[in-house]
């Protein structure tokens, strides 16, 4: 497949596996890419600020080209150390979809990133998981105190069987204003409606000068979908049926090291 130039990959269940590692395999094939000259970026519902700050732990700090955090509104291109930032959300939306979760009374932490800071209104137990998992800072808030200019996104963090209830709590209401989908059992993500991964990933492609069908896209979740469907896109075997059914490719779990599979498989 020598006319892929630009390979772009998930970060949770896709690059990494559930322990939240980066497997020597998937090292070794992106290493390649680059010895090839073939671009590698991230694509992550993850800020821009984190991917940065855990980018050394995967040893691929010197392997990246792109980094494209919070679902695609953050866009980083390392080669010229250049921003682009699209589709973030009013702070009177946001005030907006914390009203309307708040209605629900479901037991959730509505939460909103700062930095090192992952900042909610109720301290849940998976909120506590979540934080000391990805060793990120605690911080209870007052919304319409704290949210007082545009940001990312939201996410919602809570037992996955109350995620499911948001969901199909949110789906009998009529929302223009925002979209929300799920990006792991126990996090709800919601952002402008009209961002998506693939937003970021055409920017790079267009930087790149680079053609659709020249780009190779890697995910797992219903955030992926977008992405995996408008390129040369690929589904891991934990994939959701959604990411599935619009993928052109299949590849291993994230569990046998998918990413490098596929890429050994179709590029190397």
């Known amino acids: 497949m020598d006319k892929i130039k630009l390979v772009m990959v998930d ?15 998937n090292i070794a094939a992106i290493t390649r890419l680059n010895q090839k000259q073939i671009k590698f970026g991230i694509a992550s519902g993850r800020t821009l600020f984190n991917l940065k700050r855990v980018l050394p732990t995967w040893q691929l700090n010197d392997k990246v080209d792109f980094l494209i955090g919070s679902n695609g509104a953050e866009i980083f ?31 959730v932490s509505i939460c909103v990133y700062e930095d090192d800071y992952l900042a909610t209104n109720h301290l849940t137990t998976e909120y506590l998981q979540r934080t000391q998992a990805t060793a990120l800072k605690q911080k209870v808030i007052n919304y319409q105190e704290y949210v007082t200019k545009a940001l990312a996104k939201v996410i919602v963090v809570a ?3 109350v995620i499911d209830k948001l969901i199909a709590y949110l789906d009998t209401l009529e929302i223009k204003d925002y979209r929300y989908f799920k990006s792991q059992p126990m996090m709800l993500e919601v952002t402008n409606p009209s961002l998506s991964k693939s937003y970021g990933v055409k920017l790079a492609g267009e ?19 977008e992405m995996v469907r408008d390129f040369q896109g690929v ?20 569990e046998e090291s998918g990413v490098a599979h596929i890429i050994n498989k179709l590029i190397l």
């Open 159 to 161: 037992n996955p069987l």
């Open 235 to 254: 589904a891991m075997a934990n994939a959701t049926n959604k990411v599935k059914e619009v993928a052109t490719y299949h590849t291993t779990s994230c």
């Open 207 to 225: 930087l790149l000068g680079l053609e659709a069908n020249e780009i190779m896209t890697i995910g797992d979740n219903d955030n992926d979908i």
């Open 11 to 25: 970060v949770d269940f896709t690059l990494l596996d559930a322990k939240k590692q980066c497997s020597l395999e």
């Open 77 to 107: 291109d390392m080669r010229q150390n250049q921003l682009y930032q699209n589709c973030f959300l009013k702070k009177e939306v946001i005030w907006d979809i914390y009203a309307t979760i708040i209605a629900s009374k479901l037991d």
